[in-house]
């Protein structure tokens, strides 16, 4: 598990932390805790009780609810403002429908800290050509293949408006700690937490 160094309570868990109950109660918390049914949307939803939303990203201003987002190369993205906290589900989907931009409307800029989880980076994370339209200044040519890297924008944003940036620096697929469906179809994920 790797806690946050920039956000108050904030973690994100590898392949070895066990269940989400596990990881739950290995952070102090036992089935409180706001999950989404992720689909790659760009829907965003307040969260105020340990259900399942059906969005892409929650956010929440109620103390000791922890909000967790599921990944396995997605970027998982938590935020924290003295707006509150949220968790947002960022793979390129729900990149390229303004999922980062939409995160952000619900915070208060000036007082923004971000943490970057465990995600598909650019050393392995290998797309078609096509990506360059839409992606065109976050795409990396190597050898002749095109590889993403998810969070360019994220961190430029960051790098322009003085926002405090952590980035956990693993890539799910190189990483043998890490689920990945790139890797091996895999159906376990890995959660990231935060909470007031
Ligand atoms: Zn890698």
């Not at 839409?134 to 998810?150: A, C, M």
Request: aromatic content about 10%; some cysteine; proline content about 2%.
């Amino acid at each position: 598990m790797i806690r946050s160094q920039n956000l108050n309570n904030a973690f994100f868990s590898s392949a070895n932390d066990g269940s989400l109950e596990e990881v739950l109660e290995t952070i102090g918390f036992q089935n409180q805790v706001a999950t989404m049914d992720q689909t790659h949307s760009s829907e965003i939803a307040f969260a105020d009780s340990n259900i399942s939303y059906k969005c892409d990203g929650i956010y929440t201003n109620k103390t000791k609810l922890p909000l967790v987002v599921k990944t396995a190369d997605c970027v998982p993205l938590l935020m924290e403002s003295s707006k509150g906290v949220s968790a947002t589900h960022a793979g390129w989907r729900g990149l390229e429908k303004s999922i980062f931009e939409k995160s952000l409307d619900i915070h208060e800029i000036s007082s923004l800290k971000i943490s970057i989880g465990p995600h598909a980076r650019k050393c392995c994370y290998e797309v078609g050509v096509e990506f360059l339209k839409t992606f065109n200044n976050s795409v990396n040519k190597v050898n002749d293949k095109y590889y993403l890297d998810l969070t360019k924008n994220i961190k430029q944003f960051a790098f322009e408006n003085n926002i405090n940036l952590e980035d956990t620096n693993v890539c799910t697929i190189c990483n043998k700690e890490y689920f990945s469906y790139r890797k091996n179809k895999t159906i376990e994920r890995q959660f990231s937490f935060i909470w007031i």
